[in-house]
């Protein structure tokens, strides 16, 4: 079991930054995958990013590659996302997500959910 916990959600103009953090549970955090989706209004979740267990792998969707980056703090138990150059179409509410297997895109692999934090874009 772990429990994850976003943080860092907010109203930022175009062209701005923020750091989303996703504090995990428990004290088997290196042992799990983790990933962010985000989901819109009237929108389907949508992967965003994935890093590996170790850190040593991750993976981004075409809509944020080059803008956004994952990273985690394994001694911290602590998953973030540095967004940069934010647009009006990354507004959404993102979740972080985990599962105790390698890497995956698909929201329906992952086991865990935290309750999301509201990213807002403003043009």
């Known amino acids: 079991q772990v429990q994850l916990v976003e943080s860092g959600g907010g109203l930022v103009q175009a062209g701005g930054s923020l750091r989303l953090s996703c504090a995990a549970s428990?004290?088997?955090?290196?042992?799990?995958?983790m990933a962010w989706f985000r989901q819109a209004p009237g929108k389907e979740r949508e992967f965003v990013t994935t890093?590996?267990?170790?850190?040593?792998?991750?993976s981004y969707a075409d809509s944020v590659r080059g803008r956004f980056t994952i990273s985690r703090d394994n001694a911290k138990s602590t998953v973030y996302l540095q967004m940069n150059s934010l647009k009006p179409e990354d507004t959404a509410v993102y979740y972080c997500?985990?599962?105790?297997?390698?890497?995956?895109?698909?929201?329906?692999?992952?086991?865990?959910w935290g309750q999301g934090t509201q990213v807002t874009v403003s043009s």
């Open positions: 428990g004290r088997t955090f290196n042992s799990y995958t």
């Open positions: 997500a985990a599962r105790p297997s390698v890497t995956s895109t698909h929201p329906e692999s992952y086991d865990y």
């Open positions: 890093i590996s267990r170790s850190g040593g792998f991750t």
